[in-house]
């Protein structure tokens, strides 16, 4: 299990980006998948979560209304688009996967991390 995120990036606030999760080698389907942040010295946090036979997301309450996650599955990816943006969205935003049903959003039932990508909220 190994994915790999993109589509970080500055933007202002209130501003949408959209990130991008796709796995190398393996069905991302059929996993149940979930986009997590973190800051420098802070604990990984759950931020979306999406179970593998599951179209309804879970959400942490920080991001609920304003972060969509959805898979594109033809394209075997999952995304994440961010609309009104907010300087503390700032931080490395990570994908990874389980093999189980349920959509935790604590990060340490997940694995097949990738490098992260950057998203940065600021004027």
């Known amino acids: 299990l190994q994915v790999v995120e993109s589509g970080g990036g500055l933007v202002q606030p209130g501003g949408s980006l959209t990130l991008s999760c796709a796995a190398r080698?393996?069905?991302?389907?059929?996993?149940?998948m979930g986009w997590f942040r973190q800051l420098p010295g802070k604990e990984r946090e759950g931020v979306a979560v999406?179970?593998?036979?599951?179209?309804?997301?879970n959400y942490a309450e920080s991001v609920k209304g304003r972060f969509t996650m959805y898979r594109h599955r033809p394209n075997n990816t999952v995304h994440l688009q961010m609309t009104d943006l907010r300087p503390e969205d700032t931080a490395v935003y990570y994908c990874?996967?389980?093999?189980?049903?349920?959509?935790?959003?604590?990060?340490?039932?997940?694995?097949?991390w990738g490098p992260g990508t950057q998203v940065t909220v600021s004027s």
């Open positions: 990874a996967g389980r093999t189980g049903p349920t959509a935790f959003l604590s990060s340490q039932y997940y694995q097949g």
């Open positions: 080698g393996f069905p991302l389907n059929d996993y149940t």
């Open positions: 999406i179970g593998y036979d599951d179209p309804n997301p």
